[in-house]
């Protein structure tokens, strides 16, 4: 039997999901098959709308070899083992002759651990356990989510938290939850043969695909032990998240709070002069921590270092100790030596990374405004280590002995794959050298037609900003585009202050156009009521600019107060910008306005979301227009009609608007 064509197996597959076949994806299709088969590096820009998971996922299934899959968000996990995998496996399947299995693999913490669950927690101030489910008050928010999470663990059969719905809060799920450094192992372990983390790791030993997540994957490229399964095929989804989410697995932080909670579980297991040496280097950390001030700290102060010192020496006489130590009066010792040291290994590991000093580490201190009561007070002050670039990291770990394929809606900022490619730890596209792995890059397209669908509006008659100043114009301008577009807005802002002030201010100037604020809601529940009434506006910052999929007419307009700019005093971003000019490069244009074109993209992509979507993304910066690195953000967003022209868009709002109204009735 002859093997079937790529364009076979992708027309089955698109027929099972009832999705549309498109130019763009079946260009990708092809594009990932070649790199597979050629053992690879792909960098691939797919469009909203091109259905690249199809795009990978049908030439991943047709070579059998197999396969990785890191995404950034839990929904697009979600939508690949829920739809689109069984059905492409069952399509594939009278074709292929094979049915591929497939596998959700997350972190450990991730999932129900039947000894916290079964046994009870260690707890902090004295021996022993407690059992959480007696502790709590049943009539609690606290007591009720433990109470559900016993009732749903003799239910559940993957133990993941994310098939827990509705969800419960992070404080409960600590209670029946452990961190890979936290578990006794399957062996030690009294439920090891029922473990649900286990359970989900030999399945994904059997499996043909695993669908992970990008810190997941960061964890298998940091950590000496690997977490995933061998696998000849890696494919990033929503690359274009994977660098931060690597820099956040690869931070180290340490707080007075941590400190205190590994002294305390620490002090029974250990003799008293280890204990004790520990409880002082502790107060010594804590006090030089109430005066510091925040700021990156380029070198670390000789008082700072000292303590940091006397925590690390401290942290290994008590890890020594531990396992020396045995006290039988302790109720299921294992589990609270485990967790003893777990907390005390992970002080020790930050404070010495800080104390070595590596050239290629950040260090800096935050202090945020206390939560809560006198028992919080500290809870704001934070010693942060964070590398430098990870681009190394990902080029020796990440492109190494695997075909790898990489794809999102923005990969190409400025124009070209360089500027992603060099924060992955890739060379120019094409060059050659025996460390640098060889890419390509390809840019499928999308199926919606920018041009017509959608303009671009720069204000350029505003004022430019000016960091925390009032801007009134900026205020008036918003207005005026939402009165045009009747509501149906998107505001993207640089800064929750910036998103608070704009919603305060135009709930009294116009009311009659709701306007939700990102924070008083969750965000569900936020794109849920925006999606619902198109007269309603959303206000947020981050996570709007890159999470929110609103099809149709209630998002005819997206608006960003400013060009997002890393903030002038962000540690990381501070220090990666320095280096770039001291190695003789242009460190605005790498490290800021990279970041900038990045979200740009993001958020200039909530606007048209399906065939049928028409409006505006306004931007009320003129420096979009005006400054020299415009043209390269603009070369990053979508190919929209472009104006500065201040009467033909509201003209333009207005008759969308209209039209809208008139599908409406």
């Not at 028992?375 to 190394?392: E, F, Q």
């Not at 585009?481 to 998107?490: K, N, W």
């Not at 306007?515 to 619902?532: R, S, Y």
């Amino acid at each position: 039997m002859t093997q079937p064509s790529l364009p076979e197996l992708l027309h089955a597959a698109v027929t099972a999901v009832g999705g549309t076949e498109r130019s763009g994806q079946v260009a990708m299709a092809e594009a990932v098959a070649e790199a597979i088969d050629d053992g690879a590096h792909l960098l691939v820009q797919a469009g909203t709308g091109t259905g690249k998971s199809l795009g990978y996922l049908v030439p991943a299934l047709a070579h059998g070899e197999r396969v990785v899959v890191a995404t950034a968000t839990l929904a697009l996990q979600r939508q690949l083992v829920e739809r689109d995998l069984p059905r492409t496996v069952e399509a594939l399947h009278p074709l292929l002759r094979r049915r591929p299995e497939f596998a959700m693999l997350k972190g450990r913490s991730n999932y129900l651990c039947l000894h916290r669950l079964r046994e009870g927690v260690p707890q902090d101030e004295e021996e022993g356990l407690f059992d959480q489910f007696e502790a709590a008050a049943p009539t609690s928010k606290l007591g009720q989510d433990l109470l559900r999470l016993r009732d749903w663990s003799d239910e559940t059969e993957t133990g993941d938290r994310d098939d827990l719905t509705p969800g419960v809060s992070d404080r409960a799920w600590s209670q029946v939850s452990v961190s890979s450094r936290e578990c006794l192992g399957a062996t030690k372990c009294a439920y090891g043969a029922e473990c649900f983390a286990e359970a989900a790791r030999e399945r994904a030993k059997l499996a043909e695909v695993i669908v992970t997540n990008h810190a997941l994957l960061a964890i298998d490229a940091i950590e000496g032990a690997p977490v995933l399964p061998q696998h000849e095929v890696l494919i990033v989804d929503e690359a274009h998240e994977l660098v931060s989410r690597v820099t956040g697995v690869a931070t180290g932080e340490l707080t007075p709070g941590q400190v205190n909670r590994a002294v305390r579980r620490a002090a029974k297991l250990v003799n008293e002069k280890a204990a004790d040496q520990l409880q002082t280097a502790a107060e010594g950390f804590e006090r030089l921590m109430e005066l510091a001030l925040p700021g990156r700290l380029e070198e670390i102060p000789e008082d700072l270092g000292y303590a940091l010192m006397a925590l690390r020496d401290a942290c290994r006489t008590v890890i020594s100790a531990i396992g020396s130590t045995r006290d039988k009066s302790v109720q299921d010792e294992d589990a609270v030596r485990k967790q003893a040291l777990a907390s005390v290994e992970s002080v020790h590991d930050v404070a010495e990374r800080i104390t070595n000093g590596s050239e290629w580490d950040v260090v800096w201190y935050e202090r945020h405004e206390p939560r809560g009561g006198a028992a919080y007070r500290h809870s704001g002050a934070s010693l942060r280590v964070a590398p430098m670039s990870v681009s190394g990291l990902l080029r020796e770990k990440l492109f190494t002995d695997r075909s790898v394929v990489l794809t999102s809606a923005t990969l190409k900022l400025g124009g070209d794959f360089n500027g992603v490619g060099a924060s992955l730890g890739l060379g120019p596209e094409g060059a050659e050298g025996d460390d640098l792995p060889q890419w390509k890059g390809v840019d499928v397209g999308s199926p919606f037609d920018y041009p017509r669908q959608g303009i671009l509006y720069v204000a350029k008659h505003l004022a430019r900003p000016a960091r925390d100043g009032d801007r009134k114009d900026m205020l008036d301008e918003l207005t005026e585009l939402i009165q045009a577009a009747g509501g149906r807005t998107l505001g993207l802002f640089s800064s929750m202050r910036a998103a608070q002030l704009a919603a305060e201010e135009l709930r009294s100037r116009i009311p009659e156009y709701p306007i939700l604020l990102q924070g008083e809601e969750t965000l569900g529940e936020l794109i849920k009521n925006f999606a619902a009434d198109p007269r309603t506006c959303l206000f947020g910052t981050l996570s709007l600019w890159q999470g929110v999929d609103v099809p149709g007419p209630s998002c005819q307009l997206v608006v960003m107060d400013k060009i997002p700019f890393p903030r002038p005093d962000d540690p990381l971003m501070s220090a990666r910008q320095k280096a770039v000019e001291e190695a003789g490069g242009n460190g605005f244009m790498a490290v800021a306005a990279t970041h900038a074109a990045l979200l740009m993209a993001q958020g200039a992509g909530r606007l048209v979301r399906a065939s049928g979507d028409r409006g505006v993304v306004a931007v009320l910066d003129p420096r979009l227009a005006t400054a020299r690195y415009g043209s390269y953000l603009k070369a990053s967003m979508p190919d929209f009609w472009y104006t500065t022209d201040r009467n033909q868009v509201r003209k333009s709002l207005a008759a969308i608007d209209a039209a809208a109204k008139t599908a409406e009735q």
